[in-house]
């Protein structure tokens, strides 16, 4: 049973949007922090958004105002909401939760 599985990357045109999801199996979404990391190539990995279990957010400072981090109870599956999005955002998107990586989700960005 893998703990995290990510869906929802893809190929975008700069200005567009993407919503991914994580559902969490194993691990209580409502009851543990998650977040969303994303790791573009030559580049170390990144805190991108993340949630406590209590509900309190904080973003990176290059997506504030354009990522909304979320989370479906009932769904047991957080979400990242990406407007705006520019070829900057090109990364794996990775899920994180209590100490678990989901697979990673390509999202590409075309200018």
């Known amino acids: 049973q893998v703990p995290l599985v990510e869906s929802g990357g893809g190929l975008v045109e700069a200005g567009g949007s993407l919503t991914l999801s994580c559902t969490a199996s194993?691990?209580?979404?409502?009851?543990?922090?998650m977040a969303w990391y994303r790791q573009a190539p030559g580049k170390q990995r990144e805190l991108v958004a993340s949630m406590t279990s209590g509900g309190r957010i904080n973003y990176v400072d290059s997506v504030k105002g354009r990522f909304t981090i979320s989370r479906d109870i009932p769904k047991n599956t957080i979400y990242l909401q990406m407007n705006r999005l520019n070829p900057d955002d090109t990364a794996v998107y990775y899920c994180?939760?209590?100490?678990?990586w989901g697979q990673g989700t390509q999202v590409t960005v075309s200018s």
């Open positions: 994180w939760g209590d100490a678990n």
């Open positions: 194993g691990i209580e979404v409502a009851l543990s922090p």
